[in-house]
């Protein structure tokens, strides 16, 4: 039987397919002729069309807007990893005919719509690191995605936003309203990109999104491991390392081969450094620190700047 939404659905992932839509998504261009055919061939398989119509009322549809709450509704099931198309070409699919919903939320809060588009975005960065690690355009960070749909994560500049709350590591605590910064992988982390990321957010979600105005900024990432200062000293990345204080650290191996190497240990097994290439300063320091024992370790920060 077909999905209520099943029109529009079709409708929205053809027009996804045409180079506007896929200009919105951050499609990029060794990606794009395969994401067209996905799009399209799910747009004519009756199937395929009702499952992806399901995902978008029950899966993302909800979860616009509810930043504190989105995380407890149903996710994307594990089944849908796996597609005769490629790898996760039904929940990308989903998530191209939320965007325009995602958009509605967010001008409905005044937000000029080069900040949407710029935050779809990342569903074209999800595609190109899916190619990255396994070799052709697919989707496996999904779940992922379903945070960035969520219409106040919003992409400024260098850095990403989501709002969380969070107690900045004091047992006991209040929980306080704080921003929780993405680093995409989209080039050099200058100190100047990132000032002018944290001014950005602190003024647009002051004026915009005020109910989600930040007290603090947070990440949690391998990137504010202190380490990063004697690994790769005097560096952007380790300039950004300073500008945290860690409350808590936990292994971080895998996710340093993950967003440096482009590999993916089943299990998220620490990487081979044997096997691993040593083609910039960072790897290779890397690779040397692991063939010497050492390891890596993801942090949770507050930064120093503060809203």
């Keep these: 039987m077909p999905h209520p ?48 119509a399901r995902l978008r ?5 909800p979860a616009i807007g509810a930043w504190d709450a989105h995380a407890d509704g149903p996710g994307f099931d594990a089944a849908l990893e796996r597609h005769p198309l490629g790898a ?9 005919a939320t965007g325009e919903d995602v958009l509605a939320h967010q001008a409905g809060h005044g937000l000029a719509s080069e900040i949407g ?8 960065q999800q595609v190109m690191k899916h190619r990255h690690v396994y070799g052709e355009p697919g989707l496996h960070n999904q779940g992922w995605l379903r945070t960035v749909w969520s219409g106040d994560f919003l992409w400024l500049g260098r850095l990403q936003f989501e709002p969380r709350l969070s107690d900045l590591g004091i047992a006991g605590g209040p929980a306080r309203r704080v921003l929780s910064v993405h680093i995409p992988q989209t080039g ?8 002018a990321a944290f001014a950005a957010a602190s003024a647009t979600y002051s004026a915009h999104l005020p109910h989600l105005a930040p007290e603090a900024f947070i990440c949690d990432s ?29 292994p971080g191996d895998w996710a340093a ?37 050492g390891h ?7 930064a120093d700047t503060r809203p």
């Excluded at 990137?223 to 936990?250: H, I, K, M, Q, S």
Aim: hydrophobic residues 45%; charged residues 25%; glycine residues 6%.
């Design 188 to 195: 050099p982390l200058t100190p100047a990109s990132v000032d």
């Design 117 to 124: 588009v710029r935050t779809l975005n990342d569903l074209g």
């Design 57 to 61: 009322a029950e899966v993302l549809l």
């Design 222 to 250: 391998w990137l504010l491991d202190p380490l990063l200062t004697d690994l790769v000293p005097d560096t952007n990345l380790a300039r950004f390392a300073e500008r945290w204080t860690p409350w808590e650290c936990g």
């Design 257 to 293: 081969a993950y967003f440096v190497f482009d590999v993916n240990p089943p299990g998220r097994a620490a990487a081979d450094p044997e096997t691993l290439p040593t083609d910039n300063t960072l790897r290779r320091r890397l690779v040397e620190h692991w063939r010497a024992g």
């Design 5 to 52: 939404d099943a029109d529009l659905t079709r409708a929205r992932l053809l027009d996804a397919a045409t180079d506007d839509g896929l200009d919105r998504l951050g499609i990029h261009a060794p990606d794009r002729p395969a994401v067209a055919g996905w799009l399209r061939a799910v747009a004519d398989d009756p199937a395929d069309l009702a499952v992806v």
């Design 88 to 96: 996760g070409v039904l929940p990308l699919c989903a998530l191209a």
């Design 296 to 302: 890596v370790r993801v942090c949770q920060g507050v």
